[in-house]
């Protein structure tokens, strides 16, 4: 069963851009989190969508904004870049969504975000 | 606001030793999960639990959830360099969202 599949790896940007980071989950799971990883901060929760609906929504400005698509393939946009979203943003995938109380994630590699 | 405590947040100690680290709350959870996470890779679960006081093992991990499904621990027995990495655990309610604590970073010494 292949895995977590995020795109691209790695990512240089130029502050005041936007930039489009797309996650393909497990066959099957039709839950898709994101995730911001940072040093300082660890991991912090951005969204959650099942069957195509954001269940949940972590504290992120309105420039971080995601969907979900009929296959369960999700896509992660972030607008007007600025230094400090630098990060590895994950894509995690479950059979469960957040709500049922069931947490077990299968992440993604992860797409390296690096703003100049 | 529910958070999860890991501690120590740094730990190094040499190849065979026995370690524990610890995930606490105030908050009660439904489940908890263990992952760890190696550099530029995303975190692999190592184990979901769910029963307060229940204990499960893999192998030299030993993972335990508190009587009142607030905190848990993970030992290590006879630590061996390929257990280096971040340890993370995260928690679950029903109606909310998960959430993770900032991990406990361990490096086992040849």
């Known amino acids: 069963k292949a895995g977590v599949t995020q795109t691209p790896r790695y990512l240089i940007k130029t502050r005041g851009q936007q930039v489009t980071l797309s996650c393909s989950p497990i066959s099957g799971h039709r839950s898709v989190s994101w995730y911001q990883q940072t040093p300082g901060q660890g991991l912090q929760f951005l969204f959650e969508y099942f069957s195509e609906t954001q269940r949940n929504k972590g504290n992120f400005p309105g420039r971080f904004s995601g969907r979900q698509f009929s296959n369960s393939r999700s896509e992660m946009n972030v607008s007007t870049l600025e230094l400090g979203d630098s990060a590895l943003y994950l894509c995690?995938?479950?059979?469960?969504?957040?709500?049922?109380?069931?947490?077990?994630?299968?992440f993604g590699q992860g797409t390296r975000l690096t703003v100049v | 606001t529910q958070l999860l405590e890991q501690s120590p947040q740094f730990l190094s100690i040499q190849e065979g030793e026995n370690l524990t680290v610890y995930c606490n709350s105030s908050s009660v959870f439904s489940s908890l999960q263990w992952y760890r996470q190696e550099p530029g890779e995303g975190p692999v679960l190592l184990v979901t639990?769910?029963?307060?006081?229940e204990v499960k093992k893999l192998k030299r991990l030993t993972f335990q959830f508190g009587d009142a499904r607030k905190d848990s621990s993970l030992h290590i027995t006879a630590a061996q360099p390929g257990d280096t990495g971040l340890y993370l655990c995260a928690g679950s309610n029903r109606d909310d969202k998960i959430i993770f604590g900032k991990g406990t970073r361990l490096h086992i010494l040849p």
């Open positions: 639990v769910v029963t307060g006081g």
């Open positions: 995690a995938s479950s059979p469960y969504e957040s709500r049922a109380g069931r947490a077990e994630a299968f």
